[in-house]
Antibody
């Protein structure tokens, strides 16, 4: 059974940083791209970033480019989202998801339960 | 950026009803259209991919159709477990989600 467990969310100040982790199990992690999606009550679901199985390709939404960085460690079956220069509008529930292929397609076959990020002074 | 427009935003229905939700893309997406179901406090769940393909384990009362820029999710006979919010997503060029359709009693 595929399991994705996010952690690292919490409260941060504007301009601050957080690092989200997503631990994966139940599938061959190194064979699949991984994706982060966030959700806010006002803006709904928003694709944030994706990384290929080999880490050779990363994609970002324009709204986070230059501030958020996706990475993965295939030896630890974990994908990360480093969040720097945080803004109030980054406040959301962040989900990690298993992609359908080694190269990012952003088709999210399986999702974690999400972790809340709140950016406020 | 490809925009996805879903309608209606809210749909009132009863058990046993046939329900149809529409999603329109701002440009052709080569059939790369997915539908997800989300219940309160839970993660979205993939129902349909490539516009018409049912994900494993999803009941056959769910079906998808469409091509080009117009797509439809149909629930043939609404069940109590189907009251939820449904989202479309294009994955032809990165990923964009529709605004969601809440199916309520």
């Amino acid at each position: 059974e595929v399991q994705l467990v996010e952690s690292g969310g919490g409260l941060a100040q504007p301009g601050g940083s957080l690092r989200l982790s997503c631990a994966a199990s139940g599938f061959t992690f190194s064979n699949y791209a991984m994706t982060w999606v966030r959700q806010t009550p006002g803006k709904g679901l928003e694709w944030v970033s994706s990384i290929s199985a080999s880490s050779g390709r990363t994609d970002y939404a324009d709204s986070v480019k230059g501030r958020l960085t996706i990475s993965r460690d295939n030896s630890k079956n974990t994908v990360y989202l480093q969040m720097d220069s945080l803004r109030v509008e980054d406040t959301a529930v962040y989900f990690c998801a298993k992609d359908s292929a080694p190269v990012p397609s952003t088709l999210c076959e399986h999702w974690g339960q999400g972790t809340q990020v709140t950016v406020s002074s | 950026e490809i925009q996805m427009t879903q309608s209606p935003s809210t749909l009132s229905a009863s058990v046993g009803d046939r329900v149809t939700i529409t999603c329109r893309a701002s440009q052709s997406i080569s059939g790369r259209l997915a539908w997800y179901q989300q219940k309160p406090g839970k993660a979205p769940k993939l129902l349909i991919y490539m516009a018409t393909n049912l994900e494993d384990g999803v009941p056959s009362r769910f079906s998808g159709s469409g091509s080009g820029t117009q797509f439809t999710l149909t629930i043939s006979t609404l069940q109590p477990d189907d009251f939820a919010t449904y989202y479309c997503q294009q994955y032809d060029n990165l990923g964009t989600f529709g605004g969601g359709t809440k199916v309520e009693i």
